[in-house]
């Protein structure tokens, strides 16, 4: 049992030093050779825990993307706080996650073009890492109208609302590597009054 331990603990340490890699080197420049000096092991002993980088990368966004969910959850399931309060919180953090983390959303982005480019439906890709938050909001909203802070409002065109402005945050802040985006937190706190009663 003690192995098992061991190797799960090796593989969450490479995917933190490889994500650093990553965010350093950019994804092109990244080899199997520079996350094996990174974490001090063999490109062999790397082998054992991946097939290749795409993988590594894939596994060290999957553990970023867990640990962010998590918060989100505590935020979503905050009854101590009015709903509007909950879903500002929600998108706000992301927000901030989004601006800490510019570095691999810059990254992120042209990875998905490269990877649209070899034929693979990055929709998809996207759209299965985005379905909690999808399901987060979805429930505010509902937790919103049923408590009656809420409009009845349309719940799949107030989540694409709500999503569209992090669309624009992580665009402003990765593409256009814009700093400031309180215009952004703006919109949202007007969506979210237009959600209440």
Same mark, same amino acid.
């Given at each position: 049992?003690?192995?098992?331990?061991?190797?799960?603990?090796?593989?969450?340490?490479?995917?933190?030093?490889?994500?650093?890699?990553?965010?350093?080197?950019?994804?092109?420049?990244?080899?199997?050779?520079?996350?094996?000096?990174?974490?001090?092991?063999?490109?062999?002993? &790397?082998?054992?825990?991946?097939?290749?980088? /795409? =993988? *590594?990368?894939?596994?060290?966004?999957?553990? +970023?993307?867990?640990? $962010?969910?998590?918060?989100?959850?505590?935020?979503?399931?905050?009854?101590?706080?009015?709903?509007?309060?909950?879903?500002?919180?929600?998108?706000?953090?992301?927000?901030?996650?989004?601006?800490?983390?510019?570095?691999?959303?810059?990254?992120?982005?042209?990875?998905?073009?490269? &990877?649209?480019?070899?034929?693979?439906?990055? /929709? =998809? *890709?996207?759209?299965?890492?985005?379905?909690? +938050?999808?399901?987060? $909001?979805?429930?505010?909203?509902?937790?919103?109208?049923?408590?009656?802070?809420?409009?009845?409002?349309?719940?799949?065109?107030?989540?694409?609302?709500?999503?569209?402005?992090?669309?624009?945050?992580?665009?402003?802040?990765?593409?256009?590597?814009?700093?400031?985006?309180?215009?952004?937190?703006?919109?949202?706190?007007?969506?979210? =009054?237009?959600?209440?009663?």
């Amino acid at each position: 049992m003690a192995t098992v331990v061991e190797h799960d603990k090796r593989k969450q340490e490479i995917l933190e030093k490889s994500l650093d890699v990553f965010m350093h080197e950019g994804f092109e420049d990244v080899t199997f050779q520079k996350i094996a000096d990174r974490c001090g092991i063999t490109r062999t002993t &790397l082998y054992i825990y991946f097939k290749n980088k /795409r =993988e *590594i990368f894939q596994w060290s966004i999957k553990q +970023l993307l867990s640990t $962010l969910e998590d918060t989100l959850i505590k935020i979503a399931t905050d009854t101590s706080i009015p709903t509007s309060q909950v879903i500002y919180d929600m998108v706000t953090f992301i927000f901030d996650q989004c601006k800490t983390n510019h570095k691999l959303f810059s990254i992120l982005l042209p990875y998905l073009v490269q &990877l649209q480019k070899s034929g693979v439906d990055t /929709r =998809e *890709i996207v759209r299965r890492r985005t379905i909690r +938050l999808q399901h987060l $909001l979805n429930c505010a909203i509902i937790r919103g109208i049923r408590a009656g802070e809420f409009k009845k409002i349309n719940i799949k065109a107030s989540y694409e609302l709500l999503y569209g402005l992090i669309e624009s945050a992580i665009f402003k802040i990765a593409v256009l590597n814009q700093s400031d985006i309180s215009d952004i937190y703006s919109a949202l706190k007007l969506a979210i =009054e237009g959600f209440s009663l």
